[in-house]
């Protein structure tokens, strides 16, 4: 009886046992089976999400270099005004292209490109004799964009004032012929003889108190100018 009774506990307790395993057993492989992909993925293995393609660096930028050569016409308008009678020797000019220089299929300059210079000379007309004149040149190119500034050779822009010789030659005429006719009034031949030296002499003093004409060129004008040496510039090419 007591080995029956021993029995029959040892039975019981395993059919419990296997009861508790079919009722729990399913849930905890299925949490181990839930589990396991987020373990792997965060171990980095096949189930990882694949990381996003990085985006390509641009490409770098690239160059080359221009000559323009000796005797290259620069095709410019002024930006700033000179003048015999307002202009010093050393005061700054600017200019723009007119229009973009191109060599070998590449715009080495384009349109709108500014010029740096100065005043070479400038002098008023004189009383007497000499031309009022002006004169400038470029120095420096400024090339568009990050480019800075690069030294150019241009040759000189000059204006000279036109002459008046004509227009004095009409004064003193027209005074000598007035004091003929003053002096023929007054005095008969004589008279008429000192009066047009008289006359001429006056007309003379008007031409020395006069001026001649100032020469000025007004922002905006075109102009144009030589390169004297060649300038070697980097393009960009892409």
Sequence with gaps: ??????????TVAVSACSRGEAIEGPPAAAATAAEAPAATGAAGGPSAKPE???TPAAAAP??????IPT????P??????????TSNVEDQVRATLRRPITIGGVEALPEGTAMIGHVTDAARSAKVKGRARVAFRFTRVDLPGDGGQVNVRTGTVARVAPATKKRDAATIGGGAVGGAIVGGILGGGDGAAKGAAIGGGAGTGVVLATRGKEVHMAAG???SVK???PLTIRVRTR
Excluded: C, H, Q, W
């Excluded at 690239?62 to 000559?67: D, I, K, L, M, S």
């Design 71 to 74: 005797g290259t016409v620069l």
């Design 62 to 67: 690239a160059y080359r270099e221009v000559t």
């Design 76 to 85: 410019l308008t002024l930006r700033t005004s000179v003048g015999s009678d």
């Design 1 to 10: 009886m007591k080995n029956l009774a021993l029995i029959l506990g040892f």
């Design 221 to 223: 004008t075109p102009v």
């Design 227 to 229: 390169l004297t040496a």
């Design 52 to 54: 996003a393609t990085a």
